[in-house]
């Protein structure tokens, strides 16, 4: 094996420096992807353990949800919102890979989690997709499924409607805007089966709420939720 001396790999560090992709500092060996310090100062909420958390009552009488978490609270400016960034836009998928991880360990801790069949990716647009070149949220649940070792299928849910943006809409003009936007096909693997879905950011919830309806319509048992993170 070869061995490169400590000189080069301090060079190649120069060239080409290791940084947290939360506050942009420099890892130390050990260190991956987040810095110790974010890692410990990272906004996670414990709506794992709970049942009646903000996220699942964001989405009370809207769709009937088994359960439903998100890992992080969701602040412009801040460290989530950072991570966030740095998966969707600058192509670090191990970020969705590794926060994915952390989602998995926490509902491994909670029963209601404990009979997921599958986990299903919100999809993206092909036209998104092809110009972005990855669905950041098939990420997170690669990293969810390695974690509690249960299979993902992004080929369940499909996005026919490529929607304009969400981000100045209130909640109900969401909520029109995703209507009939997502279908799930009709497939036996749906049937009786309890699928966890998983998103990068709840906001108002009207992707979400969509998304778990379609799979309701096609025989779902039960839809739970989780995501990277939530807005309040």
């Known amino acids: 094996m070869l061995l490169i001396p400590s000189w080069g790999r301090d060079l190649f560090g120069l060239l080409f420096p290791n940084l947290c992709n939360a506050c942009g500092a ?66 670090k998928t191990d970020v969705g890979i590794l926060l994915g991880s952390m989602i998995g360990e926490r509902i491994k801790l909670n029963s209601i989690y404990s009979d ?28 969810i499924a390695q974690t509690i070792n249960i299979p993902f299928k992004e080929e369940i849910l499909i996005r026919t409607i490529s929607t304009e943006s969400q981000t100045r809409k209130n909640r109900f003009s969401r909520y029109e805007n995703m209507k009939a936007v997502f279908k799930a096909p009709e497939t036996d693997q749906i049937t009786g089966k309890h699928i966890l879905l998983v998103d990068d950011v709840i906001t108002t919830g009207a992707t979400l709420e969509a998304c778990a309806n379609a799979l309701l319509v096609q025989g779902a048992l039960k ?6 993170a939530f807005a309040e």
């Open 223 to 228: 839809v739970s939720i989780a995501a990277l």
């Open 26 to 91: 420099s890892l130390f060996l050990g260190e991956k992807l987040i810095c110790t310090k974010c890692l410990f100062d990272l906004p996670l909420t414990d709506y794992h353990l709970y049942q009646k958390n903000k996220v699942m009552k964001q989405l009370w009488g809207r769709v009937p949800l088994n359960a439903a978490m998100a890992l992080l609270y969701f602040r412009k400016g801040a460290k989530a919102q950072r991570l966030i960034h740095s998966l969707k836009y600058n192509g």
């Open 116 to 143: 997921i069949d599958f986990i299903v990716p919100v999809p993206l647009h092909h036209q998104k997709l092809r110009s972005r070149g990855y669905n950041q949220s098939s990420f997170i649940a690669e990293g």
